[in-house]
């Protein structure tokens, strides 16, 4: 039976993009279904409560399985398909990238308010608090530590695509969108997850929504 994900607009929607990417990063197969976030149309909001009580996306569904949450969804998926290397094989980079996944998942509240994703807003800098500041400053420094540490097979944080990549996807839209001034070896982290083929197609269609959300737009 092939595995269902439930997502919000990929225009704006970074929680979808995160378990969305993590699928397609693993070549699993699956059917997505999208229901826009936000609109005057109780009927939207009925549609997502008919597949989780929780009321949100994502979720995914696996038969009589349903899993919402977006870190929820990525466990789960490593569980179910282990030959597919969500996280990776080596027990300490595994541990490191579920704790930096788990922090992505938990924090940087502040990033996310004054830089909300947004593919099709223009590339426009913004007047960031100095929370938004130190919050991109430890993110810089997670992924060049992981780099460091665990990404010597390849130009992800732990070598090949993972999990913590589908985590940490929406800040790359973040900071390109918002012209965040970054150092090389963040540049060159964001142009290799930006030349996946799957963060591509989500991106094309996200610019193709016609969607809009009002106070999404106003920042």
């Not at 997502?48 to 009321?55: F, K, R, V």
């Not at 579920?98 to 940087?108: K, L």
């Not at 929370?131 to 070598?159: M, Q, T, V, Y």
């Not at 290799?192 to 016609?210: N, Q, R, Y």
Request: glycine letters at 6%; a neutral charge.
């Amino acid at each position: 039976m092939t595995l269902k994900l439930v997502i919000g607009n990929k225009n704006y929607s970074s929680w979808s993009m995160r378990p969305w990417l993590a699928l397609r990063g693993a070549d699993i197969a699956f059917e997505e279904i999208v229901i826009p976030l936000y609109t005057d149309d109780p009927a939207d909001k009925a549609r997502i409560l008919e597949h989780s009580p929780a009321g949100k996306v994502p979720i995914l569904i696996d038969g009589s399985v349903t899993v919402w949450d977006s870190l929820a969804i990525i466990e789960y998926l490593a569980e179910r398909f282990p030959a597919a290397g969500v996280w990776p094989a080596d027990v300490a980079a595994r541990a490191h990238a579920r704790s930096v996944s788990a922090e992505m998942h938990s924090g940087f509240q502040a990033l996310r308010n004054e830089c909300p994703m947004n593919l099709h807003r223009p590339v426009r800098a913004v007047e960031l608090s100095a929370d938004a500041k130190a919050n991109i400053a430890r993110i810089e420094d997670i992924w060049r530590d992981c780099r460091s540490r665990h990404g010597a097979g390849g130009p992800f944080l732990f070598g090949r695509f993972s999990g913590a990549d589908a985590m940490f996807a929406p800040v790359v839209t973040r900071f390109h969108t918002f012209a965040v001034p970054v150092a090389a070896d963040t540049k060159a982290y964001m142009d290799a997850m930006t030349a996946m083929p799957a963060f591509a197609a989500w991106v094309k269609d996200g610019l193709a929504e016609s969607w809009i959300i009002d106070r999404v737009e106003k920042v």
